[in-house]
């Protein structure tokens, strides 16, 4: 019988272990992908010259850069084209079909919350007047935080070109950006809208 105690005990410790470790990469090691793969699309958006290059987007393709002041002077995520799992992994995933950035309608992000970097773990802390700032090729578009709310998965309305207003047709460009919630789950998504405050063009060499 103390045997087999002294046998289950250090099992379970050996499977506490392997387990904290699972833990582990997933919330640290993931991000070492998404890092090296950022600098991929960050180096793609840089040598990015022709203005009508977001126009012929593939999937996997860099969109943009988005920088939200509210979480720091260093926050700053490299957009791509898709929002398959794999793409997420990469970074913030722009979901085709909806509006590209500045345009009438809506553009639509979708970003982790936990792993491969959780580009999007802190957008439970903007508040209304934020500024979300997207850096594309042909110019700089500042959107401002108009609300935040909690939806189920099956709630799709959420990225129509008038989001909750599906086929409303768009009057105004806007930003949406959507994650997993609550942390560490993917019950719910929280949603955070956006409307576009600002455009400064890009001068082209």
């Given at each position: 019988?103390?045997?087999?105690?002294?046998?289950?005990g250090e099992l379970s410790i050996t499977g506490g272990l392997v387990m904290l470790l699972f833990c582990g990469y997933l919330l640290?090691?993931?991000?070492?992908?998404?890092?090296?793969?950022?600098?991929?699309?960050?180096?793609?958006?840089?040598?990015?010259?022709?203005?009508?290059?977001?126009?012929?987007?593939?999937?996997?393709?860099?969109?943009?850069?988005?920088?939200?002041?509210?979480?720091?002077?260093?926050?700053?995520?490299?957009?791509?084209?898709?929002?398959?799992?794999?793409?997420?992994r990469r970074g913030p995933g722009h979901y085709p079909g909806t509006a590209m950035p500045g345009k009438i309608g809506n553009f639509?992000?979708?970003?982790?919350?936990?792993?491969?970097?959780?580009?999007?773990?802190?957008?439970?802390?903007?508040?209304?007047?934020?500024?979300?700032?997207?850096?594309?090729?042909?110019?700089?578009?500042?959107?401002?935080?108009?609300?935040?709310?909690?939806?189920?998965?099956?709630?799709?309305?959420?990225?129509?070109?008038?989001?909750?207003?599906?086929?409303?047709?768009?009057?105004?460009?806007?930003?949406?950006l959507t994650t997993c919630h609550p942390e560490y789950s993917a019950r719910q998504r929280l949603i955070v809208f956006g409307v576009?405050?600002?455009?400064?063009?890009?001068?082209?060499?």
């Amino acid at each position: 019988m103390r045997a087999l105690l002294r046998t289950c005990g250090e099992l379970s410790i050996t499977g506490g272990l392997v387990m904290l470790l699972f833990c582990g990469y997933l919330l640290w090691g993931t991000s070492s992908y998404t890092e090296w793969y950022q600098r991929i699309l960050k180096k793609q958006l840089r040598e990015t010259t022709r203005l009508s290059k977001l126009d012929k987007l593939d999937v996997g393709d860099a969109v943009g850069l988005i920088r939200i002041p509210r979480l720091g002077r260093d926050y700053e995520y490299a957009i791509l084209e898709g929002v398959t799992a794999e793409d997420l992994r990469r970074g913030p995933g722009h979901y085709p079909g909806t509006a590209m950035p500045g345009k009438i309608g809506n553009f639509v992000l979708s970003g982790h919350r936990t792993t491969y970097a959780a580009p999007f773990n802190r957008i439970d802390e903007l508040r209304l007047g934020d500024d979300v700032i997207v850096e594309a090729p042909e110019a700089r578009y500042t959107y401002r935080v108009s609300g935040k709310e909690v939806v189920e998965p099956t709630d799709v309305d959420v990225i129509a070109p008038v989001p909750s207003h599906p086929g409303r047709r768009p009057a105004q460009a806007m930003i949406t950006l959507t994650t997993c919630h609550p942390e560490y789950s993917a019950r719910q998504r929280l949603i955070v809208f956006g409307v576009l405050s600002g455009k400064r063009e890009r001068r082209m060499s």
